[in-house]
């Protein structure tokens, strides 16, 4: 293997790493978007407690009201008692009163019932926001962790970045400006490794007489079919012995 196709391969390597590097950086805010979803699901889950008990305490005020609006009316008529001149207007004018405080009990029932249900909204939402609490100190703990990913993501690919004009400057311009035509034409991908007459870009069947030469000849040879440049890795030699080594 010639030195040329030995830095391209070093170059490729340089080259894989940043495009992942980009990749990983450019996707972290839908990574950040898909922590959220935690707590966009207990804000929604608090709202919901607290329009609940909203509800309940609407509707026990209406009751409340409602109550003193018929004590209210039996106030008055009982005032009006002493107005009723015979038996059947008085019967209707008690029935009226009766029915009147049989409402006021129908609903202080209901308000006893509404209290229940309060209690168990004020308890859901306390609930609710124990778990919102926690679910935004999760989110921010993943956030900060996130950052520190990134940063550390951007302070190597500027190092990458430094170094890779190094690495250019020992290859000629023009297998330079050839790598990359390849890499921008296979999406990042130029130089790839051939293993028992397959290239690993395509995936596809090397000629058996091109594998051989790919193990012998200096020259840099591309697949057929997919035109990235191939390279063979010799395998290390065996220790002494023929002992593997572990």
Do not use: W
């Not at 940063?151 to 004009?165: I, N, T």
């Amino acid at each position: 293997m010639n030195d040329e196709l030995k830095t391209l391969i070093e170059l490729q390597q340089f080259d894989s790493r940043i495009l992942a590097l980009k990749i990983r950086i450019d996707t972290a805010p839908s990574q950040f978007s898909a922590d959220e979803a935690s707590f966009k699901e207990a804000n929604a889950a608090l709202e919901k407690a607290k329009q609940n008990q909203l509800s309940v305490e609407k509707k026990k005020k209406e009751k409340e009201t409602e109550i003193e609006d018929i004590k209210e009316k039996i106030k008055k008529l009982k005032t009006r008692s002493a107005d009723i001149k015979n038996n059947k207007e008085y019967q209707a004018h008690l029935k009226e009163i009766e029915k009147n405080e049989k409402d006021i009990k129908a609903a202080e029932d209901l308000i006893l019932s509404l209290m229940e249900k309060l209690d168990e909204s004020q308890k859901a939402v306390l609930s609710e926001n124990t778990r919102i609490n926690a679910e935004k100190l999760k989110l921010d703990a993943a956030k900060a962790e996130l950052e520190k990913e990134i940063e550390q993501y951007r302070v190597e690919l500027e190092g990458l970045k430094k170094e890779r004009p190094g690495i250019v400057s020992k290859i000629s311009k023009d297998t330079y400006n050839f790598y990359m035509s390849i890499l921008r034409d296979k999406r990042g991908l130029a130089v790839v490794k051939a293993s028992n007459e397959i290239c690993c870009g395509c995936n596809l069947h090397i000629p058996p007489q091109m594998f051989v030469e790919l193990k012998t000849s200096d020259e840099i040879l591309q697949c057929q079919e997919c035109r990235r440049i191939l390279y063979y890795e010799h395998p290390s030699p065996e220790p002494a012995g023929g002992a593997k080594q572990q």
